[in-house]
């Protein structure tokens, strides 16, 4: 599918730049058994600083492969919902509750690839040297990450020598230097995703029950430790107490051609990023995004000039399907899943923490 984009600008240099590449998959039952399909791609490496960040909801925040993918791919659930309508969609249907809400067809699942290790906790994996991997008493070292743990969290990094650098299981923000960010690692909101299902809040209110992960692939080259994986994305969140389906972690032999492992150690990480869904309309069958906006636009340009994966964007979308009258606001219509918003707390207070944001940056309507 990367491949099929063909040369573009927003694909690394190469050889002297390398990116992240993370996509969703669908899975639908069929007479011949099933049939598997890509329904987003993303790619992203950057993560915008607080002092960035828009209330007008028309910038991206966190431009990382695998959140621009899930937001990519909540398009694709809103291309499907209004097939749905018109009994077109092989994945969901029109619900008959009486609530408008649309239902997943049965057996359909959903799967999750991602070119490289999460960052965050996911990533704090224990250097091997000759002694035997799962005593904790022979990990000499493990290798560090850049995200740091929230301020004002108990558990910080105690950054003494040796493998108690890092403390574990700690929500942390993105990596990065600078500006610092308030957007969660990607370990932190996978984890959530697999917890509360990768639908978000407006589409809760639209779907009946979550939309859950069934697998994560992660792609070859570098390092990777399937229990750190495990305790990073599933155990923290005591998700095998709660949750019907607990995901498989999967590794692929394949290395992602732009992936920083394919490339020279010399190279840097690629600005840009491309989004792509199934049913994105348009001139061009994908975007390109720069600081969490579109190519060649102005922080305050005309919305057509947005992101198709901007919050503002999602809340033109869900009011298309959904039967309010006027526009709620943002905030308001994601306080409305009050069912989702209930779970997505008790997943943050088993986590311990979680950065809190500012309500001025979710105050903006459709228009
Ligand atoms: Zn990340």
Redesign the pocket.
Same mark, same amino acid.
């Given at each position: 599918m990367y491949d099929n984009l063909g040369k573009i600008g927003a694909k690394p240099k190469e050889g002297l730049e390398w990116t992240?590449l993370s996509g969703f998959l669908i899975e639908i039952p069929s007479d011949k058994g099933s049939t598997l399909e890509v329904v987003s791609l993303a790619t992203g490496t950057k993560c915008i600083g607080k002092n960035s960040m828009s209330s007008l909801g028309n910038v991206v925040n966190d431009s990382?492969a695998?959140?621009l993918a899930r937001r990519a791919f909540l398009r694709y659930v809103y291309s499907e919902i209004k097939r749905a309508h018109n009994n077109e969609s092989s994945v969901l249907f029109s619900g008959y509750d009486g609530k408008r809400k649309c239902c997943l067809r049965k057996d359909v699942k959903f799967h999750m690839f991602t070119s490289h290790v999460? &960052?965050?906790d996911a990533s704090i994996i224990p250097i091997v040297g000759t002694k035997r991997k799962y005593e904790a008493e022979s990990i000499e070292d493990v290798h560090r990450t850049g995200a740091k743990c929230l301020p004002g969290d108990a558990r910080q990094d105690l950054k003494i020598s040796g493998h108690n650098y890092h403390v574990v299981s700690s929500v942390r923000t993105?990596p990065g230097r600078g500006d610092p960010t308030l957007s969660v690692? &990607?370990s932190d909101k996978i984890a959530k995703w697999l917890y509360v299902g990768i639908q978000g809040a407006l589409l809760s209110l639209l779907i009946n029950g979550p939309l859950l992960i069934s697998t994560i692939t992660i792609g070859g080259g570098g390092q990777y430790d399937s229990g750190v994986l495990h305790r990073a994305l599933i155990e923290r969140s005591r998700l095998s107490d709660t949750c019907s389906v607990i995901p498989k972690i999967y590794r692929s032999k394949l290395v992602f051609c732009h992936s920083r492992y394919s490339v020279t150690s010399a190279s840097k990480p690629c600005t840009s990023s491309i989004i792509w869904y199934k049913g994105l309309s348009g001139k061009r069958q994908f975007e390109v995004a720069v600081e969490g906006k579109k190519q060649g636009c102005t922080k305050t340009g005309p919305s057509k000039n947005n992101l198709s994966v901007t919050k503002k964007e999602f809340l033109k979308v869900f009011l298309e399907f959904s039967n309010f009258n006027g526009d709620p606001g943002y905030r308001q219509a994601k306080d409305l899943a009050t069912e989702y918003q209930a779970k997505v707390k008790y997943f943050k207070d088993t986590l311990g923490s979680w950065p809190v944001k500012d309500p001025k940056l979710e105050c903006f309507f459709s228009t």
């Open positions: 992240l990382h695998e959140v999460p &960052c965050g993105k690692s &990607c």
